[in-house]
């Protein structure tokens, strides 16, 4: 990993909680991840993991009955000036509104339901540059124009003009990646920005994140289910489960030799890695309800490598790094590396 | 996957209310009562109305007197609070009528005369619903003999007749006009409504016409022009339904867009295609997977409909064009009080305004409250 | 009604190489109606149209394609949920021959018990105000093929079959997760023993660790009930695992089908090359190279000549003008509509 410049964001400990009559869903419980310079950070899971409720914490989304309960979300600004803990701002300071779409801006995953059905896609787009830069309206509508190409719009100049139910799934989606990185923003949150799409465009829609991040510098947070969107698109990879991050790395080292059981298992239970006709090797059991976490290692029910005593006792495992910068919360890795000599 | 970030994905929370055990077979009506629960102000409408009707089925035992027992010696007689003493229990001082020489008005002084009052007092034999003997009452005057007097709770009207036993029977009539109207409401509305819904095409587009040249009838005034053209010399009951036709001729358009609207949205639902593709009649999609699924809406349209219902017949009572004497109901009741000078002197005789705005407030809240309850499973 | 390619007619419905189902130019055409007090037909939306195939007995065939391609259309016609526009639909049960597209719909309801279909999403799929017991026995009750005590057994192994307990009969689907809902959805699709099953994109709506329990039952389904499935899907991963042949679609044809195999390994079609290369390959130092440009066609305003034309990046001469037919390449069974390939 590189160290040379600090991370752009930096995620300690994050618990966000969600206080509803069946009682205190911990959606995310001690996520902490650190996000590299200019650099494609990945969190992966399946539904229920907590990455979207991550995301939103980190733009401070989360409504009642969801609240942030500890931890700290540190972004180092590109200029030098003082790390912002953006989980102690207030709701109405004004740095916080200077992050929201200034600094970190944010795709979701239904381009129509982020997208004002009754403003023009130039008004929306212009909207976001007057909030954040101090222009005149022409030059704003210049820069929206701009935009538009950049994300591989044709006609734009029509375009600008034109009402979200007048384009396509994948013209939205490029349209909502103009209006969040308009401002330049130093970080992009993407939540699930290809899932809705067809593949074919969603092979667009990621080449284009990928062109964009590369000429504009900028730092992805990129949130999906699809292991082989995260092997195409992020550097580093943070995979989640039960609202807990099991395994961090580079995504060579954690794709091509996972350490932790689920996502090991995980990556042998999909289709393309079997042979035709096979039987898949399926993770056993169900995804257990956030209400109900088992103790100990919350995965341990499902685990293939499950030792009894050792993995249904006590509080989850903690992280533990490996060399390169590589964590895994598994207290069998430990035991292994150990085993080896104490060589990781 | 849910999206919305109120609360974390669907498949990590089974269930809404209660844990995931204890609510797995719990019925769509248990749920919505569950959460009906939860209103207070619903809940409170409820037991409200439930009392109400039990006031209005069970007139003759919470009246102390028939309601058309008329007394020249109370007419206009201004409400009697009951007091309590240690030596008289609860009673009240009887009252004697006296003429003002200059203007003529009736008033009234308290006489030493003391008219004991009692629970469940045996009263002037009467039968529950002109069928079942009975001489019971709630309460009511205690002493026997012709030299008891009398006691008006809300006083009395201009023939001396109870008010307070007049707004029982008065309940018993209004309460049930609602009712009986959205019985023949509900099944105009949903029928057509049904129809309109799940053949589509152009019986939809012409029902739909007829729906909104309906509903661009004024209302008050056609149910004038209804009410007047029914002969006068009918009896009270064959008019009891010819209102309650009249009133719901207009009524049945709102519960059959809701009906039409519901059905159109349910229909293409994986589970009603699943229905089809399974080789389901048309009867048993409609009746056993499309109809359950917006039964709560229905009964949310409907009750706040009743309050709608139970106006107009007020209306039209009062104007003189639906019920006449010697039927009660709440609006013949108000026809007392055309003249403001009456008013002005006898307010006691608006009563029946009182029980109106509970009425219909009590089924607002009941709708409402329901509305909320209903339909527990609409969201993922 | 030209079937094109060689694909054999009719056949007698007994003989053991019978296909089950012999589609031949299948259409369902949506009209486009004006707006405006007195509507007319100003357009057509030819969701599905000329699709032919064969779908032989026991065998697993693929229909992927993006949004729009008709795949959805294409087997809920055949199934009749949807009326056909045109075409046949032939269906060899064994004893019975019978044109799917022409029966009338009073005379259909035997033949649902012999086709049924899995659907896509498991929170929609079921009735939410029915127990599972009650879902799962609602073909049985329909047809009256059974009651009472028999009744309950035939549930109560068939929810075993799918990986359910018996208790489970009483509770309402909210109370099951993704995948145990879609299990349901399975035991009522096939209590009555079908022939033929339409799975209409089954696996989509479930969770990554999911998806492979539910494929592996299918599986196992399929041996143990001789089922003939009709997989349709957009996911090529799930499609190249569980499938023996695949069709690729595109704006309502079949431009390619062929066995899986040869199908993944040497695609003909250029838009079956275009949907594999944006696959994203889960090897991190395999990078995609995804160049096709453009949007998904609208199947209600086709360009002239081949429909994919515009993105293609291997248009010549004629693929603006003639739309290409669908023709067998060599014997392997492969069949591919592109003018690139004209023998």
Redesign the interface.
């Known amino acids: 990993m590189n160290q040379s410049l600090p991370p752009a964001l930096q995620i300690r400990d994050l618990r966000t909680h969600f206080f509803t009559e069946e009682g205190c869903i911990p959606a995310v419980d001690g996520v902490t991840v650190s996000l590299p310079r200019g650099k494609v950070l990945a969190i992966v899971g399946e539904s229920g993991c907590g990455k979207s409720v991550t995301s939103y914490s980190i733009l401070r989304l989360i409504r009642k009955p969801g609240e942030i309960v500890g931890g700290q979300i540190l972004f180092q600004p590109k200029d030098g000036s003082p790390p912002i803990d953006i989980a102690s701002l207030t709701e109405d300071d004004d740095l916080l509104f200077k992050v929201r779409g200034g600094y970190i801006s944010m795709i979701f995953q239904e381009p129509m339901s982020a997208l004002s059905p009754v403003h023009t896609v130039g008004n929306q787009i212009c909207e976001a540059i007057l909030f954040h830069q101090d222009v005149t309206e022409a030059e704003a509508r210049r820069r929206a124009v701009e935009m538009l190409g950049k994300v591989g719009i044709p006609g734009a100049e029509r375009r600008i003009d034109q009402y979200p139910h007048e384009l396509s799934g994948g013209m939205r989606q490029r349209v909502v990646i103009a209006m969040a990185l308009v401002c330049r923003p130093e970080i992009l949150i993407a939540d699930e920005p290809t899932t809705a799409l067809d593949v074919t465009i969603q092979a667009q829609i990621l080449k284009l994140i990928k062109d964009l991040q590369a000429e504009l510098g900028t730092s992805v947070v990129f949130i999906t289910h699809d292991l082989g969107v995260v092997a195409q698109i992020a550097d580093e990879v943070a995979v989640m489960y039960l609202g807990k991050v099991v395994e961090r790395g580079t995504v060579r080292e954690v794709l091509k030799d996972p350490k932790h059981p689920y996502t090991a298992s995980l990556l042998k239970s999909l289709p393309g890695m079997g042979r035709h006709g096979e039987r898949l090797p399926a993770i056993k059991g169900s995804v257990p309800s956030l209400a109900a976490i088992p103790q100990g290692c919350p995965f341990h029910p499902r685990c293939p490598e499950y030792l009894a005593g050792t993995c249904d006792t006590g509080g989850p495992p903690a992280m533990r790094s490996l060399s390169g910068g590589r964590e895994v919360a598994c207290v069998r890795v430990q035991a292994e590396v150990l085993e080896k000599g104490g060589r990781p | 996957m849910s999206t919305d970030v109120g609360a974390p994905a669907a498949a990590a929370i089974p269930s809404r209310t209660g844990d995931a055990r204890s609510n797995a077979t719990l019925t769509q009506w248990q749920l919505i009562r569950l959460r009906f629960a939860r209103h207070k102000l619903a809940v409170i409408s409820f037991y409200l109305l439930i009392l109400l009707y039990a006031c209005a089925v069970f007139a003759e035992f919470v009246a102390p007197y028939d309601r058309g027992l008329a007394d020249v010696n109370k007419i206009y007689c201004p409400p009697q609070p009951p007091a309590y003493s240690f030596r008289d229990g609860w009673h009240v001082k009887d009252l004697e009528r006296q003429i003002d020489p200059v203007t003529l008005k009736n008033y009234y002084i308290e006489t030493d005369k003391v008219v004991h009052l009692g629970f469940l007092v045996k009263g002037e034999p009467y039968r529950f619903w002109g069928l079942i003997p009975a001489e019971y009452r709630l309460f009511g005057v205690r002493d026997r003999g012709p030299e008891a007097g009398r006691f008006h709770f809300l006083g009395a009207d201009k023939y001396g007749r109870d008010v307070y036993s007049r707004l029982m029977f008065g309940a018993r009539i209004s309460l049930s006009i609602g009712l009986v109207a959205i019985v023949v409401t509900f099944v105009l509305g949903s029928v057509i409504g049904g129809i309109s819904g799940y053949v589509g095409g152009a019986v939809d587009t012409l029902i739909q016409r007829v729906i909104e040249i309906v509903n661009s009838f004024p209302q008050l005034p056609l149910w004038l022009a209804f009410a007047a053209v029914l002969p006068p010399d009918w009896s009270a009951l064959k008019s009891y339904f010819a209102i309650t036709i009249v009133l719901s001729l207009l009524g049945w358009t709102g519960l059959a867009r809701v009906v039409r609207g519901k059905i159109l949205s349910l229909r293409e639902e994986d589970y009603a295609v699943a229905a089809r593709l399974l080789g389901a009649s048309h009867s048993r999609i409609i009746f056993r997977h499309l109809l359950p699924g917006f039964t709560s809406h229905i009964i949310v349209s409907l009750s706040l409909s009743v309050p709608g219902m139970i106006l107009g017949e007020t209306a039209l009572s009062f104007l003189g064009l639906g019920l006449r004497p010697p039927v009660v109901s709440w609006g013949v009741m108000l026809q007392d009080c055309l003249n403001m000078d009456v008013v002005a002197n006898y307010p006691w005789l608006l009563m029946p305004v009182l029980l109106i705005v509970l009425t219909v407030l009590g089924f607002n809240f009941f709708g409402d409250g329901m509305r909320d309850a209903a339909d527990p499973y609409s969201a993922k | 009604m030209s079937s094109g390619g060689g694909i054999p007619a009719h056949n007698s419905p007994g003989a053991a190489d019978t296909p089950l189902l012999q589609v031949r130019g299948l259409c369902k055409h949506f009209p486009i109606m004006s707006k405006g007090f007195f509507r007319k037909q100003v357009g057509v939306v030819k969701a599905v149209d000329q699709v032919s195939f064969d779908l032989r007995r026991g065998e697993t065939l693929g229909l992927v394609g ?2 729009g391609s008709g795949k959805t259309t294409c087997a809920r016609t055949i ?1 009749r ?1 949807l009326k056909p526009t045109g075409g046949e639909v032939i269906f060899n049960d064994g004893t019975t021959s019978v044109d799917l597209a022409r029966v009338p719909d009073r005379e ?3 033949l ?2 012999k086709m ?2 899995i ?3 498991p ?8 127990t599972v017991g009650q879902i799962v026995s ?2 049985l009750v ?2 009256g093929m059974s009651k009472g005590r028999d009744m309950e057994d035939r549930v109560v192994e068939i929810l075993q079959k799918v990986g359910l307990k018996p208790e489970h009969r ?3 689907p ?7 809902r879609q299990r349901i ?1 399975i035991a ?1 699709a096939l209590i009555m023993r079908p022939s033929l099953v339409v799975a209409d994109e089954a696996v989509s709506a479930l ?7 539910v ?2 039952l299918l ?1 196992d389904l399929q041996d143990e009930f001789k089922l003939t499935y009709i997989f349709v899907a ?5 499609v ?3 499938c023996d042949r695949v069709a690729v679609m595109y704006a309502g044809k079949i431009v390619e089908i062929a066995p ?2 040869e199908l993944f390994e040497n695609p003909l079609h250029p838009y079956t090359r ?2 594999l ?9 395999v ?2 190279r ?1 160049e ?2 453009g ?2 066609a609208d199947a209600g305003r086709l360009p002239p000549g081949c429909s994919f034309h515009p993105r293609c990046p291997k248009r010549f001469d004629p693929c603006d003008k003639v739309e290409p037919q669908l023709r067998a390449i060599g014997d392997g069974g492969c069949r591919v509509s592109c003018h690139l390939y004209r023998e």
């Not at chain 3, 929170?123 to 029915?130: A, T, V």
């Not at chain 3, 969770?207 to 329990?213: I, L, R, Y």
């Open positions: 993006e949004s199934l949920a259909f309801k035997p649902r018990t049924q279909m659907f896509q999403d929170f929609s799929s079921l009735n939410p105000r029915m609602e073909p329909i047809h009483q509770r309402y909210h109370a099951f997760s993704g995948g145990q959805g009522r969770d990554v660790s999911v998806q492979a329990q494929i592996n599986s957009h996911d090529l991963s799930v190249r695992h569980i899986t195999a275009a949907l290369s944006a696959v994203p390959n889960i090897d991190p130092d990078k995609m995804f096709v440009g949007e998904v």
